[in-house]
């Protein structure tokens, strides 16, 4: 995968909120590295030049589409 190409992400929260959006890889490994360290927040940028801020400590399940070759129509 190339760093532009977006994957699909799904970040559910405490209380219920889903944000659904598509990161680059780029963002993708902030995001990670932000969940393993327990850090306090971080700023992604996602789909439309969207930016928004997470804490760590509110998430309670992050989801990652797996891009597999799909034939459809």
């Known amino acids: 995968m190339s760093s532009n190409s977006k994957t699909r992400v799904e970040i559910?929260?405490?209380?219920?909120?889903?944000?659904?959006?598509?990161?680059?890889?780029?963002?993708w490994k902030k995001l990670e590295q932000?969940?393993?360290?327990?850090?306090?927040?971080?700023?992604l940028i996602g789909e439309d030049e969207t930016e928004f801020y997470v804490d760590p400590a509110k998430i309670t399940y992050v989801k990652r589409e797996a891009h597999l070759g799909r034939v459809g129509f």
């Open 34 to 43: 932000a969940l393993e360290r327990r850090s306090e927040g971080v700023r």
């Open 12 to 27: 559910g929260f405490d209380g219920g909120l889903i944000v659904v959006t598509k990161l680059t890889d780029e963002e």
